[in-house]
């Protein structure tokens, strides 16, 4: 008999519903006076706060300092908009929109100019933007009076919602709860559709994300955006509850609790952010009794969380992530020793069409060179791929060949030559361009999606065939689900392809528990994820034993002769380029010296000498 279960009665997320429908309704009625009033809406404003950054600092990882700012900016904006201060008074309902819309723009802005800046830079650029925009607020008050300077602005219009007045403190929670639960479902929908992929990729390695198809700068910049509506958004709010701005709220420090609440919380983790921002509110009152102490007390607390977890207080407990750590049980709960997962595919293959190499071709390089400083790198390299091929390139450790991948996937860009795909000229195609045109790659170094699940990884690969954007993800409309249910069938297939090695239980095991021949795998799949013609593998069996080297060789020859991709491989293991290639090409130098058959190649003097030096004399002398 099923047994009875809340979750699938009311949906995922129920308690956090639960959490929030007590907020808004029971809460606010039972608390016992006004300053415990104040303090539930203040929290209820972190929390907004709090998830807003987690979007830009969490799910993309930059870390924004001029989060607060947008903060600011919604707050001041409805100051404007809904006071004698103008005399403007716009409805509450108009003006919180416009706020969050200023702040958006601002946001935009601001990262039109910064976000191709990584790591510390951004950082420099987004504080001193918030340490300008806090100036503003303090001097904009003579001659013209815009900001009131350090007083700031008081004294807002009632908040009047289709003719519900919004008067007591009980009503003020029970508004500012309404308004965190609604971010809180965008900010839920947005962590789970392609968008909130995307920016966990980012996260995780701008590069591979780049070259899975994603416009990582396009992305950051909606992520920046993003935020700054959040942070607008709840600024309004702050402001019509505050009934006043003053430019001491968006300081630093503030921007330093809020940072705190995200990474005590677990950055990307929502409920981690929710629990991060209510405890980060709430325990500094409880210590009010011991007076003095009590920054200490809070500082210790803060300091002690984040040394004994810093990934954060909720993350990896379960219930708050889902990823299983260790993979005894197969998905029927049966216990599994780990030989039982031995390759075991059916042999499926029979009724599938069988491909062989063809005549035309479809990727030409021509005559490119690349030079690091005085380094030929690439020398003038000349050769085609012909559809449905698998062409192997081996040389020495330097000759070369990783460079050559760089260059076709768009990484690098060469001094001379072209790259012609399907007769067109993609030399100038940025990474993400490439992986739409239809050319995957896997990395010699992996260059996994560590932190996320192996299904995650490669979902994450169908961001460049799918479309559903903002409000498709917010509003989970058909276009959005459509996508999502075919996101994870394709995911699933691909990953199914590899037997046993990846399904069941490893689909949510997080990548970087696997072994390392699994994620090798996991990087072909991702690869194969972003419907390719061509996959470019950069020494597939590196690192793996034997047994596993054979189980990839008859692997790579399966995607060519049973799923119609054309191969392009780096290797370094003669057995598995003897396998599988219909040809060779052997370069040095960055110079192609030989190209033709497994057989021919092997015994060319000029290979013998590039990989074993030349008698008498060391190295790679020519
Ligand atoms: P391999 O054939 O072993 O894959 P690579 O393509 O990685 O060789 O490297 C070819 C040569 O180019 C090496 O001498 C390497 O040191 C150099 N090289 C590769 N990338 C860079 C870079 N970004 N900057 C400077 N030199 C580089
Ligand atoms: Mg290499």
């Known amino acids: 008999m099923k047994r009875f279960n809340l979750q699938s009665l009311i949906g995922p997320n129920s308690a956090t519903i639960i959490f929030f429908v007590l907020s808004m309704v029971v809460i606010p009625s039972i608390l016992p006076n006004n300053y415990w009033q104040s303090i539930f809406s203040t929290t209820g404003v972190y929390v907004m706060l709090a998830l807003g950054l987690n979007i830009v600092a969490g799910f993309t990882g930059l870390l924004d300092l001029s989060y607060i700012a947008f903060f600011g900016i919604g707050s001041y904006t409805f100051a404007f908009l809904c006071s004698s201060h103008f005399g403007i008074h716009l409805p509450f309902l108009v003006a919180l929109p416009i706020c969050a819309l200023t702040a958006m723009a601002s946001g935009f802005l601001l990262g039109l100019t910064s976000i191709r800046l990584r790591g510390d830079y951004l950082a420099i650029v987004t504080l001193a933007f918030a340490q300008i925009f806090r100036l503003l607020l303090l001097n904009l008050d003579a001659p013209v009076n815009i900001t009131g300077g350090v007083n700031g602005i008081y004294a807002f219009d009632m908040i009047n919602i289709f003719s519900l007045k919004v008067i007591t403190p009980e009503n003020y929670s029970s508004l500012i709860w309404t308004c965190a639960l609604l971010v809180f479902i965008v ?94 509110t709430v325990l500094p009152e409880f210590l009010r009794e011991y007076g003095g102490l009590r920054m200490m007390i809070y500082g210790v607390v803060l300091v002690s969380i984040m040394a004994i977890r810093p990934q954060g207080l909720f993350s990896a407990i379960p219930g708050f992530t889902r990823f299983i750590k260790r993979p005894d049980k197969d998905e029927t709960g049966k216990l599994r020793a780990s030989t039982d997962l031995y390759y075991s595919q059916k042999n499926d293959e029979t009724d599938k069409v069988k491909y ?40 020495p450790n330097g000759a070369g060949k990783s460079t050559l991948f760089n260059i076709i996937s768009g990484i690098y860009q060469s001094d001379h030559g072209k790259v012609i795909y399907r007769d067109k000229d ?83 095991q997080k990548v970087s528990h696997l072994s390392y021949a699994n994620r090798r795998r996991v990087e072909i799949a991702r690869a194969m994820a972003t419907d390719p013609q061509i996959l470019l593998l950069d020494e597939p069996s590196a690192g793996m034993n034997p047994q596993e080297t054979l189980e990839i060789t008859k692997f790579i020859k399966k995607l060519r002769d049973y799923y119609g991709y054309t191969i392009l491989v780096i290797e370094h293991k003669l057995n598995l380029v003897k396998a599988v290639s219909d040809r060779v090409i052997v370069i040095d130098h960055g110079k192609k010296i030989c190209e033709g058959s497994y057989d021919n190649v092997a015994e060319n003097p000029l290979v013998v000498e590039a990989y074993l030096g030349k008698k008498g004399k060391k190295g790679n002398e020519k």
């Not at 899975?212 to 709840?234: E, H, V």
């Not at 035309?360 to 390089?365: E, F, H, R, V």
């Not at 085609?384 to 081996?394: A, C, M, R, T, Y």
Request: glycine letters at 8%.
């Open 187 to 280: 900010s839920f929908r947005l962590k789970n559709s392609r968008i909130g992929r995307g920016w966990n990729a980012i996260r995780e390695d701008e590069l591979a994300a780049n070259t899975i198809g994603i416009n990582t700068t396009r992305m950051k910049l909606y992520s920046f955006a993003s935020g700054a509506l959040i942070a607008g958004f709840s600024g309004a709010v702050f402001a019509s509850f505050q009934d006043s701005v003053f430019p001491n709220s968006f300081g630093f420090q503030q921007l330093v609790i809020v940072y705190c609440m995200v990474i005590i919380g677990g950055l990307g983790n929502i409920y981690g952010v929710i629990a991060g921002a209510v405890i980060l």
């Open 426 to 508: 993609i030399s100038f195609f940025k990474p993400h361009m490439v992986a739409k045109a239809g050319i995957a790659r896997t990395f010699q170094n992996l260059r996994l999606f560590n932190e996320l699940s192996v299904i995650d990884n490669i979902k994450i690969s169908r961001f460049c065939r799918t479309k559903a954007f903002f409000f498709s993800a917010i509003l989970n409309l058909k276009l959005n689900k459509q996508e999502e249910k075919q996101t994870d069938e394709k995911a699933k297939e691909i990953l199914n392809m590899f037997g046993q090695r990846l399904t069941g239980y490893r689909y949510h």
């Open 356 to 395: 062989t190499k063809q005549a035309d071709t479809l990727l030409k390089i021509r005559n490119i060179s690349l030079n690091f400083g005085g380094l030929k790198a690439i020398d003038d390299l000349d050769f085609d791929l012909h559809k449905n091929e698998i062409l192997s390139i081996i040389g």
